[in-house]
């Protein structure tokens, strides 16, 4: 961390860590003092109750701060396994599947304003429809989606979708989900929210996992192919025209893919490749004009990856496989590294506060 030194001196007094008279009463936390910012949702380690955690980087005073929700609420935990998080007019929703636990606080001092759990069903990925007051929510061993009232986060229905669904997509009005099945499945199912009934089905390659809107308007989804298969069935990226809900082209990868895909204002796709980790693997860029690949467009073992638009700047995130603090990497849209800081265990997710 770093900063001036009056700036280190008020951040060693909010923490508490001077030393106080004890019969002095606890500081009041005050909020962070930032209109900008780039919140990591760390993952944790799988089966840590207390495992994830929120940080939050100030680039303008390249400042990190840890355990967010710990610090504001009096050391209570946000949960197990941080799988997604929003943010979403001033409030940061995030989502636990170990825990099944939604939590929603205020994104300016990080107090808890709502929580909910929905137990048996380990949400795994949520998109928040503000026309529809509506948040989607996959379940990811039950193969459906949930739709919950974003006001009372009471569930008002479901369906049932294909197998392990993952990543979600709205798009001319329609809600596009992507079907994993871990590399057995191979399907995108389209939904309309409005009668909460599916309306076709887009067919894909093995492991659709992640899918965004690219700077041409179409989705993309990107494929893990099946690592495990006999044989071996490499990632690809597929571009559908939401329109007519047809695959239009695709890309291919001559190894599997991790699922993660991030998109770029200025024409770009990114997406993690694998390893033989498991955790990641290096950053290869697609042009979206012209379909051509950059691969290893940043080499290393990366977790996630998610680029700030109003910077156009890539930030990755490496896991260094759960046995230590994770680690994110900033990077120019022309691939120079501009910066690197500690996160927490697991850093996966990025949201920018602009």
């Known amino acids: 961390m770093k900063g001036t030194l009056g700036l280190l001196l008020w951040l060693v007094w909010s923490i508490g860590g001077c030393v106080k008279n004890p019969a002095e009463p606890e500081p009041v936390i005050p909020a962070i003092p930032a209109a900008s910012g780039v919140y990591v949702l760390n993952e944790g380690n799988y089966g840590d109750v207390a495992g994830a955690r929120l940080s939050l980087y100030l680039p303008e005073s390249d400042t990190v701060y840890h355990s967010l929700f710990e610090d504001a609420n009096g050391g209570a935990h946000l949960g197990s396994t941080g799988d997604d998080f929003a943010l979403f007019r001033g409030k940061l929703y995030v989502l636990m599947s170990g825990s099944e636990r939604l939590v929603i606080l205020s994104a300016t001092d990080h107090h808890l304003l709502q929580d909910t759990y929905f137990p048996g069903s380990t949400p795994h990925t949520m998109l928040i429809d503000s026309l529809r007051n509506t948040i ?25 979708v294909g197998h ?22 191979n399907s995108v199912t389209v939904v309309n929210p409005d009668t909460r009934s599916v309306v076709s089905i887009v067919r894909v390659g093995a492991g659709p996992s992640g899918i965004v809107t690219g700077s041409d308007g179409k989705l993309w989804v990107a494929c893990t192919g ?5 044989p071996m069935i490499p990632g690809r990226v597929y571009r559908i025209d939401s329109g007519t809900d047809t695959v239009l082209d695709s890309v291919a990868f001559a190894d599997p893919l991790s699922g993660t895909i991030a998109a770029s204002s200025e024409g770009h796709l990114y997406v993690v490749g694998s390893s033989a980790s498991f955790f990641g693997g290096p950053i290869h860029r697609i042009a979206v004009a012209s379909l051509g690949v950059t691969l290893n467009f940043v080499p290393g073992t990366f977790y996630g990856a998610g680029v700030d638009d109003a910077t156009g700047d890539l930030y990755v995130a490496d896991a260094k496989a759960f046995v230590t603090s994770g680690e994110v990497s900033i990077f120019a849209h022309n691939g120079v590294l501009k910066k690197k800081f500690i996160a927490e265990r697991g850093p996966s997710l990025f949201v920018f506060k602009r």
């Open 226 to 230: 099946n690592a495990f298969g006999a």
């Open 136 to 160: 989607y929510i996959t379940r990811l061993y039950k193969n459906s989606v949930l739709f919950v009232n974003l006001l009372t986060l009471q569930v008002m229905d479901s369906i049932s």
């Open 164 to 185: 392990n669904p993952q990543d979600l997509a709205l798009a001319n009005g329609k809600l596009y989900v992507c079907n994993s099945g871990y590399g057995e499945d």
